[in-house]
């Protein structure tokens, strides 16, 4: 079932602030935590995954708890490239009154491999989901937020792309290569109005890290990371770790020679 189907009869209400956004990648965990954060600090919000059931859940959860109509759900798979322009354009569409303020791609996987391995299958998925999908979504996104004049796109990356480490190389290589197109877009939009906002998690809690043996002192919430993204991203921040004490880990991690990083059992 596609969103608009789902959507189409309802039609949304001016919420007080008069700010769209939209969500890519929302049906759980840190997608889903900004969700709610923006719906509560008055954005219409476009939430958009695979898992239709999942997103209803959300849209009744949050509509019901603002009471209104805050939150407007759209299923699809965002390696559909060919799907985009058409979804995007009813998104905004059904927005109505509301200009698009944020765009926030956080669709992500991380399979877990067996012994150390990943398919080829796996992996391409990997940088179809985590790269090219955020390529795709908010490189049409940038044509609409520069026509306005102004708005933010955000990218949820990762620690994870700064190193290549022993663990999940393609993982690793599909947000480094993230963190550097979003680099690049930031510098294509200077002047635009247009505001680019690289978020790099360390470790938070949700479905992705399940089973992961994790430091639990480093682990924060969904939605305190949540809280954490919308904040950078409304003060246009351009590449935030989440939470801040990751800058300086990852500066040591960056600057480790080869013949240490081997050694790591990272
Ligand atoms: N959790 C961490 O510690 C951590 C750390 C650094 C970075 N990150 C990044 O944060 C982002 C969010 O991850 P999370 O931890 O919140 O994991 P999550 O709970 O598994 O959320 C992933 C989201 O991506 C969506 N998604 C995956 N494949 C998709 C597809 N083909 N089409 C549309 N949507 C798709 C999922 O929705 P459907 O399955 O319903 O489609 C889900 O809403 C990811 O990019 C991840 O790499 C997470």
Redesign the pocket.
């Known amino acids: 079932m596609t969103d608009t189907a789902m959507a189409r009869p309802q039609s949304m209400t001016a919420s007080p602030s008069g700010r769209g956004a939209l969500v890519?990648?929302?049906?759980?965990?840190?997608?889903?935590a900004l969700a709610g954060e923006l719906a509560r600090r008055g954005y219409t919000v476009a939430l958009?995954?695979?898992?239709g059931d999942?997103?209803s859940r959300l849209r009744d959860q949050f509509n019901q708890s603002t009471g209104d109509i805050r939150v407007r759900i759209y299923a699809?798979?965002?390696?559909d490239y060919d799907a985009v322009p058409e979804l995007l354009e009813q998104i905004v569409s059904d927005l109505g009154g509301q200009r698009l303020e944020m765009v926030v791609y956080?669709?992500?996987?991380?399979p877990e491999g067996e012994m150390g391995a990943w398919p080829f299958e796996e992996e391409r998925?990997m940088i179809?989901?985590?790269t090219i999908?955020a390529i795709r979504w908010l490189g049409l996104a940038a044509d609409i937020l520069r026509a306005q004049g102004r708005g933010t796109l955000v990218g949820?990356?990762?620690?994870?792309g700064e190193r290549g480490r022993r663990g999940n190389g393609v993982?690793q290589a599909s947000?480094a290569a993230l963190t550097t197109w979003l680099e690049s877009l930031r510098y294509r939009l200077k002047d635009s109005g247009v505001r680019v906002t690289t978020i790099?998690?360390?470790?938070?809690?949700?479905?992705?890290?399940t089973g992961l043996n994790?430091p639990r002192r480093m682990?924060i919430s969904?939605d305190d990371a949540a809280r954490r993204i919308v904040t950078a991203a409304e003060r246009g921040r351009a590449v935030v770790y989440v939470p801040g004490y990751w800058r300086p880990i990852m500066w040591i991690i960056r600057h480790l020679p080869a013949f240490l990083m081997v050694r790591l059992p990272l």
Not at 76 to 79: G, L, P, S
Not at 156 to 160: D, Q, Y
């Open positions: 890519i990648g929302a049906s759980s965990g840190i997608g889903a958009v995954a695979r898992r999942m997103l699809h798979d965002v390696r956080t669709a992500g996987i991380m998925a179809e989901t985590n999908g949820v990356s990762s620690v994870a993982y947000k790099k998690p360390g470790y938070v809690a949700t479905p992705l890290t994790l682990v969904a």
